[in-house]
């Protein structure tokens, strides 16, 4: 995601054509669907959680919706710092952009229905969910948008611009499901489990891939790179992927260190606001679309290291508060005192 919004910002715009740039553009879009992804497993887990301790479903439900409300009152807090930080040359339009945090918060709206099913139907309504909206988004673009509000269109047709419900509400659904899957699994079957998780990414990546590049379609009009049901399957694929290497990495390297995916994970979106902020805010203005390849590899660097930085030091806050106090003291920024006594 870093390295992907720094080429999408700084890259000079001669540059843009070259494979570097597609290969960059492509990785940069994987965090996104890892995120709405994640979002729906974490949900799975709450909503099985709370039917563990007798809650029951309007209970359930209640909670889902203000997890939701809570992502969408996130969406609108940074598009209202970005738009402050830019003044004079934000626009009110962009107070109103759909971006990953709105798809999130909508997309859970919408699915909080599932919290009046158990964890074992959670998996199936998941599943079905999300072959849905992956499979009627070629068919949301081909509906005819002329006279509606833009806003409406924003948050449900499928764009390259914004995340509109079709068809990133998918891998919401799908998380949904596989966090059913993993509260369904025993402990001991776990790794059992993730065997055949891998495996099963497989075969979802070659059945899409395949189907995808054949010259035949059920669809009269299909874009690959952005309505396409057979790339939400690969991502999806992908995931999974990056799921059991999550696992391996998390059981089987242990370390008395906090772990690399444990601290970016843990503070996912203190370095998400943070680096939007860096990268498409105006402290660089200067460089925006003129860097060179080179220039551009190594402000990414130096971003991600920033970041790795920032996540490390929220996560020590508390340890850090007396030393930045001392410091504090010594450059006479903190209160004296003596003088206040006197």
Known sequence: MLQGHTFHSFL???????????????????????????????????????????????????????????????????????????????????????????????????????????????????????????????LVSAVSWEGQPELLRAYLAPSHEVFGLFPWAAFVAFGIAFGSMIRLTPKASLNRFLQWTALVAFGIIATAGYFSFIPYSIYRNVNFWVDSPGLVFIKVGVILLLVTFGYLWLTYLPSRRPSFLTLLGTSSLLVYWLHLEIVYGRWFWFWKLKLSIAETMVFSLLLVAGMCLAAWAWRRKDALQPALRRLGTRLGIASRAPEAES
């Not at 597609?22 to 879009?29: A, D, P």
């Not at 563990?52 to 479903?57: L, N, S």
């Not at 859970?108 to 964890?119: E, R």
Request: aromatic share 12%.
């Open 12 to 138: 000079h715009k001669d540059l843009r054509e070259g494979d570097l740039y597609v290969l960059s553009q492509f990785l940069g879009g994987l965090p996104a669907p890892i995120f709405l992804f994640l979002t729906g497993v974490t949900m799975a887990l709450m909503l099985d959680g709370k039917e563990r301790r007798g809650i029951d479903a309007m209970g359930r439900f209640a909670a889902a919706l203000r997890r939701a409300g809570y992502l969408l009152l996130l969406a609108f807090a940074v598009r209202l710092q970005a738009y402050l930080f830019s003044v004079p040359w934000s626009k009110m339009g962009d107070l109103l952009r759909v971006d990953i945090l709105n798809c999130m918060g909508v997309s859970l709206a919408v699915l909080s229905v599932s919290a009046f099913f158990s964890t074992q139907e959670r998996v199936k309504w998941g599943l079905l969910c999300g072959v849905a909206f992956a499979c009627l988004a070629p």
